[in-house]
């Protein structure tokens, strides 16, 4: 979009600039549907630099694509077989040709050279991208997005569990639970485990969940647990009763998930 001028003697340098800022947000919106909220508290240099970036950001939707690999130099992609002490200058040769071209790869501490190497060619290398960078910008790639780790998932399903049992406004979902599920010493079916769910939640008039924090994935051979830190409230009549300390779940690969299996925390455990 070309600089807009306003010329009105009437009409101060910050005015104008106020004026122009509107034309751009509803060229904005009547070319590519995108409504642009202008805050009167916000300076007007500010929202004209916030909509110039939002206007190339729109046009690059619509700009010419390309291979990550071809958009950084590359005429073929490396090869997937190099010997192990070639491997992580590779890397770092890739690393700064992406970071050149505005794009950003997290890798996780626990992720060796090899497994890096081939997110980076099999992955990132070959995905649709503008032809140009967009100046300014940063794409981030994570590794850990592409290539969840176990304790990641498990984490997810036991914090899903939390929150789906300390949310009364809806069912709790019992496809969460394993079809055995466990007391401290003893097996129970998931039905049985339901019932527990449910006389749990009748206590209260009301329940939210305050806080969670994951902390160690455990496999001693027995089973899988994780621990947490939990706190939430409870209310009965009007009394708020609070709820905090460190939980443990045992959870169980079923139907190609994990799954729930015991729970041990504070206000609660089947």
């Given at each position: ?52 970036n939002v206007e190339a950001f729109e046009s690059q939707q619509s700009a010419p694509t390309t ?84 304790k990641s998932i498990i984490e997810l399903a036991v914090e899903m569990f939390l929150l789906d ?24 079916s998931r039905s049985q485990a339901m019932e527990k769910i449910s006389a749990f939640r009748s ?68």
């Open positions: 979009m070309k600089e807009q001028h306003n010329f009105s003697s009437g009409l101060t340098p910050e005015e104008n600039l106020a004026a122009d800022n509107a034309l751009r947000a509803l060229n904005l919106e009547l070319k590519h549907g995108a409504f642009v909220h202008l805050s009167d508290d916000a300076p007007p240099e500010i929202l004209q630099q916030f909509l110039k291979t990550v690999a071809k958009r950084i130099g590359l005429t073929a992609v490396p090869a997937p077989d190099l010997l192990p002490e070639e491997v992580h200058e590779e890397i770092d040769r890739l690393q700064s040709l992406l970071e050149a071209q505005g794009i950003l790869l997290i890798r996780p501490e626990n992720v060796g050279d090899a497994d890096f190497y081939h997110f980076i060619i099999a992955d990132i290398l070959p995905m649709e991208v503008p032809e140009q960078a967009l100046p300014g910008m940063v794409s981030v790639f994570n590794y850990g997005e592409f290539y969840p780790d176990e049992l300390l949310d009364m406004e809806f069912p709790f979902r019992e496809e969460q639970l394993s079809e055995e599920c466990r007391t401290d010493n003893e097996a129970i206590l209260y008039d009301s329940i939210a969940p305050v806080g969670f924090h994951p902390f160690e994935l455990l496999q001693p051979g027995n089973g899988t647990y994780f621990t947490f830190g939990i706190c939430w409230d409870g209310t009965v009549d009007g009394i708020k009763e609070r709820h905090e300390g460190l939980g443990i779940c045992q959870v169980f690969f079923e139907d190609n998930i994990w799954k729930i299996q015991g729970i041990n925390m504070p206000g609660f455990k089947f």
